[in-house]
């Protein structure tokens, strides 16, 4: 059982996808509740996932076919304490997220269920996958259903929307695509085999000319997804077409395979390029973080607004990771599934007066904390969320991705400058959110439509709870989830700086010995050169 | 008899031909010519199938090897062929009936013509590759035309005949130079000639670029393209499917059997001078020029005969990297032109199968809203651009990822070649998705008639046996990309 449990996790959605294809289209009701039925065994099934053994840094769950032996394509798949959270945070939300949708969907049941079971499958799939090819598929694969159901039950922009959204990511996957070939090419020259396996990939040391490019071609594709500033114009667009459980779906999970794939393939995979490189996309990073709440807080349209707010969140976890130390790093990863919490949630709740007002414009509203008490309780705590007050899931992350800019060396020799510039971010935050909540709850209920708002029902009640219960839990209790990630984030940097400091010395193209890439193999290499090996990387966050 | 054993595919299917008119002739009830076509197309490609497996060394007489070719290459390319054409049997099926074009001869002439293309796949001799490009293309004009009453399709005809012509005679006129050159008409002889250093090697080269010429007609390279986009418009869609597929498939195999038999010296074939720099410029621009002018159309008929354009870009892509990467090169075009052929079968089986009586689809707007109308016609129709725009888990992905994989693993400038062709295919997308958001997005304008697909159990059994392709040759290719390998080695060998 243990053996296939992620093999089960992706494909008991496609599983699902084909019962559900098979009920008939008139029992709206059945397709509703299976579809979300299954997705919450999927999230039952998936809770197993925390029996692994998470103080190593190996991968868990590891399982491994052969596919395509002649071209070094196998199937392989692991989870570890970085992945663990994501896959946790996917199969949470889906269902959510459904369930939400459930409440503004009503044409197309079926083809919205198939849809969304095939896009959780696909995304499960990409944060698993441990081949490269594999990744390539389901990380492409992800793209259909989501155009699908931006392009089919989205605003009257919806067509524009998706297709900006297709084509952006295929730009940037398509050339990660090309750079990919060339790494599996340099493999092949050097073993006379071909191989797609990461770790196996990881061994081979690419001169700094080439490796700057490939890196590029990775971090291109990363950098669209994530969206980083300057490729984060399909997101607004994406965000304020796509229906409610849509835009939950592509915040809190998609986005976050952008930032996953930088920590994932392009760094371990490109040491010495995203070491040189690391700077300067943290100065995007930063850069993305005022940008994007200064464009939030212009914002008539509140989607719009928790759209661009995306765009600066994503920035910190951009930078935290660029800091290139355990606090930094692992506050990056907890805010990867901080955002996802908190603007699942936002996504979820401007829905629900979207639903009653059929408008998302700022200016339409006010005082709505007279006749929606329970609605505007729900909001200000996910805007709190959002914000970072201390307390919530959002003070974690920033707080350690701050500490570990703060403290960074890989962002000398000034990295206090990078966490003045975001810190202004988190004040820009406090502004724009806050600026929302008084435009819709507070000051005097002056617009005749808004006085007759039922509060919020039950059923949304029902989606946001979980959320909310989890803005508490990592704000008060963060140890057992970075617990569970410290081994694994430890390992990556540790063989980053590893691989690093042997590149840094010779960079001809050959490989490095060991086997299943562990960090005692590359310690052994490490040893070989005769190289210090580095020591305390950082401090702690 | 044994010794005619390697040409079984072809007798079986100039045998069948010669029956089907008899049956055409003497049969009242226009007995189901389809059908009969269609077996004869899976017992020829069956004939092949069997002669790859049992891997019977047969003694040929040297009046054949002298001019066909028997080795693993050619019955790969039997069995592309082949399947192309038993795709377009079944489509035809349906359509001529549809549209009451219903007459024996077509099914006649598309045996002819695969008989043709599969001739000029295995030529080993410049005479053999003319006839064959003749029987082949006589087939095709006369299937372009193949709806008298309409206009368009006479144009297609007279389009396609005139520089189809044109193109033959370069094609002869290069032959000419290069026999002038090697005083041979064998291409293995001809390569002989050449390294040795017996041939006039100014001559030989002429000779080489008039027939690159010839043939990138025949595959639609840019510039050379001009007669494909009204042509494939305006044949009957099923004719278009042949002419896409297996006519296409025919010239690339003689392309590269002609460029790596003949001119696969280290003079000729090398990355600054001789056909390696030509194809690829020929690649660049048709895969540029073919996904750009895609994207305008208005028609989804002339849109696919736009990407069948850009599909001969990503494919000379691949022949052009096979100076240096060889045998995975070719083994990439091989696999390609398999995974394009289920493909377009697919894309053209759909549309063909939202258009009754009357009312053939073949705008955008005719498949407005058809997605929500008919969902079941539709999912064919997503599956098959999918294909054609190399997205995962579909044939086509596969197919592209291998022939870029070719190309980067040739390096030098052959990496930015990959590059440009993973662009462009992104140019691709916008146009292929065009028709995902004209069925599911996009509903008809008021009181315009609304496309309602046609009853046919042919158009169904190919549509469901080209999806079944196209989605095994992209999640399990092993087999098939096994058959390729194997085809490629006995080439480059």
Redesign the interface.
């Known amino acids: 059982m243990n053996a296939h449990l992620l093999t089960l996790l992706i494909t008991l959605p496609i599983l699902a996808a084909f019962i559900v294809a098979f009920i008939p289209r008139q029992a709206t009701g059945t397709l509703r509740t299976t579809a979300v039925v299954f997705m919450l065994v999927e999230l039952f099934v998936s809770y197993s996932l925390l029996d692994g053994d998470y103080t190593t840094a190996s991968y868990q769950f590891l399982e491994q076919h052969e596919w395509?032996?002649?071209?070094g394509i196998s199937y392989k798949v692991g989870i570890d304490g970085i992945s663990l959270w994501l896959v946790l945070l996917t199969t949470l939300l889906t269902p959510i997220a459904l369930y939400a949708s459930w409440l503004s969907v009503d044409t197309?049941i079926k083809?919205f269920a198939v849809a969304f079971l095939m896009l959780e499958a696909a995304m499960i799939g990409a944060f698993v996958a441990l081949d490269l090819f594999l990744f390539?598929?389901f990380w492409?694969?992800m793209?259909?259903p989501m155009?699908?159901i931006v392009?089919?039950w989205g605003g009257p922009e919806?067509?524009y929307a998706?297709?900006k959204f297709?084509?952006f990511t295929?730009?940037g996957s398509?050339?990660m695509?090309?750079a990919l070939?060339?790494v599996?090419?340099l493999y092949?020259d050097l073993t006379g085999v071909y191989s797609f396996d990461l770790e196996e990939l990881s061994r081979v040391v690419i001169p700094y000319g080439t490796q700057i490019w490939l890196f590029g071609a990775f971090a291109l594709a990363f950098a669209i997804k994530v969206p980083m500033f300057p490729f984060h114009t399909w997101l607004p667009d994406a965000h304020t077409q796509a229906p409610t459980g849509g835009s939950v779906i592509l915040a809190a999970v998609m986005l976050k395979l952008g930032t996953y794939g930088f920590i994932r393939f392009a760094m371990p995979l490109f040491p010495l390029a995203a070491h040189y490189l690391g700077p300067t996309i943290a100065v995007i990073a930063v850069i993305g973080i005022i940008y994007g709440a200064y464009c939030a807080w212009v914002q008539k349209d509140v989607k719009k607004l928790v759209a661009y707010s995306s765009v600066s969140h994503l920035g910190f976890v951009m930078l935290g990771i660029f800091s290139m130390n355990i606090g930094g790093v692992e506050g990056a990863i907890l805010q990867m599934v901080n955002h996802g919490i908190s603007t699942g949630a936002l996504f979820i709740l401007v829905g629900v007066i979207y639903e009653r007002r059929h408008t998302r414009d700022l200016d339409e509203f006010g005082g709505l904390a007279k006749v929606m008490p329970v609605y505007a309780t729900l909001f200000v705590i996910v805007t709190m969320s959002s914000v970072g007050l201390p307390g919530t899931n959002g003070f974690i992350g920033e707080f350690m991705i701050l500490a570990g800019t703060f403290a960074s060396e890989a962002l000398q020799p000034w990295p206090q400058i990078f966490v003045f510039f975001a810190a202004t971010g988190v004040i820009l935050a406090a502004i724009y959110m806050l600026h929302a909540v008084l435009k819709l709850f507070w000051g005097p209920l002056s617009n005749p439509k808004n006085e007759n708002l039922e509060d919020i029902g039950t059923r949304e009640i029902i989606a946001v709870a979980p959320l909310i219960v989890l803005v508490f839990w990592i704000g008060f209790f963060p140890g057992p989830f970075l617990e569970k990630m410290t081994p694994s984030v430890s390992n990556f940097i540790t063989s980053f700086q590893q691989k690093l400091m042997i590149e840094n010395q010779d960079d001809t193209a050959r490989l490095l010995p060991g086997s299943g890439g562990s960090p005692s193999a590359v310690a052994a290499a490490t040893a070989r050169v005769v190289v210090p090996v580095a020591g305390d990387q950082g401090g702690e966050g | 008899m044994s010794a005619l054993m390697p040409a079984l595919p072809l007798l079986i299917l100039v045998v069948g031909a010669l029956a089907m008119m008899l049956v055409d002739a003497f049969v009242e009830e226009k007995a189901e010519l389809a059908l009969m076509s269609f077996w004869i197309f899976v017992v020829a490609g069956g004939a092949s199938v069997g002669l790859w497996v049992t891997e019977q060394v047969i003694e040929v007489p040297e009046v054949m090897s002298l001019y066909l070719a028997t080795d693993r290459m050619s019955l790969f390319f039997d069995i592309v062929i082949c399947g192309g054409g038993a795709f377009s049997a079944l489509l035809a099926g349906g359509y001529l009936k549809e549209h009451a074009l219903e007459r024996g001869e077509f099914y006649v002439l598309l045996v002819f013509t695969a008989f043709g293309a599969i001739i000029l796949a295995r030529s080993v001799d410049l005479l053999s590759l003319f006839i064959g490009l003749e029987t082949m293309s006589l087939g095709a004009y006369a299937m372009a035309g193949f709806r008298r009453t309409s206009a368009r399709s006479t144009e297609a005809a007279l389009k396609y005949f005139l520089l189809g012509s044109f193109a033959a005679a370069l094609l002869l006129f290069g032959s000419a130079l290069i026999y002038g050159a090697t005083g041979s008409t064998n291409l293995a002889a001809i390569g002989t000639a050449i390294s040795s250093g017996e041939a006039q090697l100014h001559l030989a080269i002429m000779g080489m670029m008039l027939m690159i010429v010839g043939l990138a007609f025949k595959v639609s390279a840019v510039p050379f393209h001009m007669w494909t986009p009204d042509t494939y418009e305006g044949a009957i869609t099923p004719a278009t499917t042949f002419m896409s597929v297996g006519v296409k498939a025919a010239g690339f195999a003689i392309l590269v059997r002609v460029l790596l038999v003949s001119f696969g010296d280290d003079l000729s074939a090398n990355a600054e001078t001789g056909w390696p720099p030509v194809i690829a410029g020929l690649a660049a621009i048709t895969m540029i020029y073919g996904n750009f002018a895609a994207v305008g159309q208005s028609s989804v008929k002339r849109m696919l005969a736009y990407s069948s354009i850009a599909h001969a870009g990503y494919i000379l892509v691949g022949v052009a990297a096979a100076f240096r990467a060889g045998e995975e090169a070719v083994s990439a075009v091989l696999y390609y032109l398999m995974a394009y052929t289920v493909s377009n079968a697919l894309a053209f089986g759909s549309l063909i199968y939202m258009g009754s009586r009357g009312k053939e689809a073949v705008s955008f707007e005719d498949l407005a809203g058809v997605g929500?109308r008919h969902?079941a016609a539709a999912i064919p129709f997503v599956l098959g651009v999918?294909s054609l725009l190399g997205?995962?888990?579909t044939a086509g992905?596969f197919g592209k990822?291998y022939i870029?994989?070719a190309a980067?693993?040739a390096?030098g400038g052959f990496?930015w070649l990959?590059?440009l062709g993973?662009?462009t295919?992104?140019v691709g997308?916008?146009y292929y998705?065009r028709v995902?958001?004209y069925l599911?997005?996009?509903q008809p304008q008021a009181g315009a008639p609304v496309a309602v697909p046609m009853k046919s159990g042919y158009v169904v059994v190919a549509l469901i046996l080209s999806s079944y392709f196209v989605l095994r040759m992209g999640m399990a290719?092993?087999t098939y990309?096994?058959m390729a390998?194997a085809a490629a080695a006995e080439l480059v060998a």
């Open positions: 395509i032996p002649v071209l197309k083809e390539y598929i492409e694969l793209l259909v155009y699908l392009g089919i919806r067509v998706a297709v297709f084509l295929l730009v398509l050339l695509l090309i070939l060339y599996v090419g092949e | 929500r969902p999918l997205f995962p888990p992905f990822y870029f994989n980067v693993q390096g990496v990959a590059v993973v662009l295919s992104a997308a916008y998705l995902i958001v599911y997005m996009k290719p092993g990309l096994d390998i």
